[in-house]
DNA sequence: GTGAAAGCGCTAACAG
DNA sequence: CTGTTAGCGCTTTCAC
């Protein structure tokens, strides 16, 4: 719509809009922004001008004058998993609520990539961030304080979160299911799926190590997984878990997938699940109710996370929430065929 | 470092950086964007004034100076289902490789819905789209091609895209499945999961009823589901199955993951598959394989067809490939134990 | 190789 | 309620 400096046509503007409408280019931004604030017939006057022109408007040099992106950045470790995927919806239907755009990128598990992708983004300035886990390098923590933009952590605990925090306890959460396997009967419970890196990971395996030793039952057997997210990785440690003498009467895994993964290479080797061996998972994944057994787990509120660490951070962008705040999240142990209960049992927690 | 009109501190900017450095900020910016154009000497300089300071370059003012966002948008359906992750992925590491940022909207597989989707991310400025789906509004259509953005759509097919296409065709491939489960020997084949409202559900639908009509097997029997994206769906529909009088021999479903809800449904009824009735799916993903019985699929290239899309795009994006590429993948008939095959044979196609 | 000037398209702040 | 002015922080263009 107009020709500079030997470019070529550039887009319709406001500009544009408001010569067309007859008004400044300010009445423009105030019908787009705050119509309650523009007499009726301009703002008529503006709209018939913007449709006539097909204008669209520019959020880039919106955000480069407001000094507001309207973009909120979420950090996990896979988006290829199915994990995390109730999440980034909770967190996604509140960010269009606000009309924001959620921008998303994943850190593989390890610390150092996420220090990478927080810096990366932090160039789009964001208005915020939902990180999902509490465990980042130093300088990452540096960089986000540094920056002063909103934070939110989820999906771990901790007592000193880098802004406010929507918590969940891996630990007490895995414990109590180890409790109620013990209670269940089960008495050499095996756990799969520690990683040196994650500290969920960890935390779930501390919380089953705790609930072993005080339920008096001697020394706990952890496996380790390769890939902690997938089906065949739970297959694998089957084999191996099959193979053991004297074999665990239980085997609780560190996530629905490995727990599935394992049921089904437990079944294909003509083992009873829960007969010759119990499956408990954690995560509470809408598969592991359709499996045969289905499968017990540990249910915890994927979406209501995302969709509370969203609230929170949209409340600190907005000014309304304070810094610190904090919400844990509680679980549900789910006691379903594959522990060998009959009819599904359901315990509240935390 | 500033104070400006009375606002809050701003953050470090080019022009910090190049006092301290002692240049212009033009210099600072050649170091970020095209280094092998300066002097080594003041590039080192600037490098440190940048750590320094702690300099975070500011992709929002690059984007309107350059007109250049150095985003790309993935339109897809929806998030919530494994389905599509893989494609995701796909299009994210090729966008992260070209140091690209990949954003995401969902349409709900809603015309209506992609439409104001579009609209709102083109505030943005993309660099270009990767579009799941062939079939748009005509005002969506009207949109994209006075934007002037590159598009590629794809996960379907049609002779003629916006602007470039990866496609696939859900018809052949659905009407091959049908066909090799003819060889099998079964004889009535139900299909379920059509949407009116869905172009690859409908393609496939008739790919359906087009193998079905080849083989002389008089009418095809569809029924449908409320959600197709789900497993409680696939349950849900094999209870009316099991109900027919005669009842299918073999049960064809629009994806794998209401084929997985069908065939689990069923043995918890007491039905053996594929002894009772055999299941097959659509998607190839990853959970079907490790099934008891292993459950028989379309395997599609989901991660490639991403990865495609978005190196199309790239290209278009750079100016290196012209309007109307199109590239069509295949499909992989992979019959596993659900269809009764005692030993898994994979077909090799289009 | 490096720098100065002139925007990119919008909005904050103020004036009226 | 509406308009004017002066940027937001960068890159393009052109001169040196």
Chains 1, 2 share one sequence.
Request: proline letters at 4%; glycine letters at 8%; charged letters at 20%.
């Amino acid at each position: 719509m107009r020709q500079k400096r030997g470019g070529r046509a550039a887009g319709v503007t406001m500009e544009d809009v408001a010569r067309v409408a007859g008004v400044s280019a300010m009445t423009v931004s105030r019908v787009l922004r705050q119509p309650t604030l523009v007499n009726a017939d301009l703002k008529a006057k503006v709209e018939a001008a913007i449709r006539e022109t097909g204008y669209i408007y520019n959020l880039v040099a919106s955000s480069l004058a407001s000094q507001r992106s309207g973009i909120i950045a979420l950090i996990l470790p896979t988006v290829a998993s199915s994990i995390f995927t109730d999440s980034v919806k909770g967190v996604s239907d509140v960010a269009r609520t606000h009309a924001v755009q959620m921008i998303m990128a994943e850190t593989n598990y390890s610390p150092a990539e996420e220090e990478k992708v927080i810096e990366a983004l932090l160039r789009r300035r964001p208005d915020g961030f939902v990180i999902v886990g509490v465990s980042h390098t130093r300088a990452t923590r540096a960089l986000l304080e540094k920056s002063g933009v909103p934070v939110v952590e989820t999906w771990d605990s901790t007592p000193t979160p880098i802004d406010s925090l929507v918590g969940l306890s891996n630990f007490d959460a895995m414990k109590a299911m180890t409790e109620a396997l013990v209670a269940q009967g089960f008495r050499r419970i095996a756990f799969v799926g520690t990683a040196t890196r994650d500290r969920r990971a960890q935390m779930r395996a501390k919380g089953y190590e705790a609930g072993i030793a005080e339920a008096g039952l001697g020394a706990p057997l952890i496996l380790n997984a390769d890939d902690l997210t997938s089906m065949e990785s739970g297959r694998v440690v089957a084999e191996r878990v099959a193979a053991l003498h004297p074999r665990p009467d239980a085997l609780l895994c560190l996530n629905d997938v490995l727990a599935a993964g394992a049921l089904l290479a437990f079944q294909r080797m003509g083992l009873a699940v829960p007969g010759d061996i119990a499956v408990a998972g954690f995560g509470g994944l809408d598969f592991s109710s359709h499996l045969n057994p289905s499968l017990s787990t540990v249910d915890i509120p994927r979406y209501e996370m995302g969709q509370k660490a969203a609230e929170m951070l949209i409340g600190r962008i907005a000014g309304t929430a304070a810094q610190g705040g904090t919400c844990e999240m509680g679980y549900r142990i789910v006691l379903r065929e594959s522990t060998g209960s009959s009819r599904p049992a359901e315990t509240q927690a935390s």
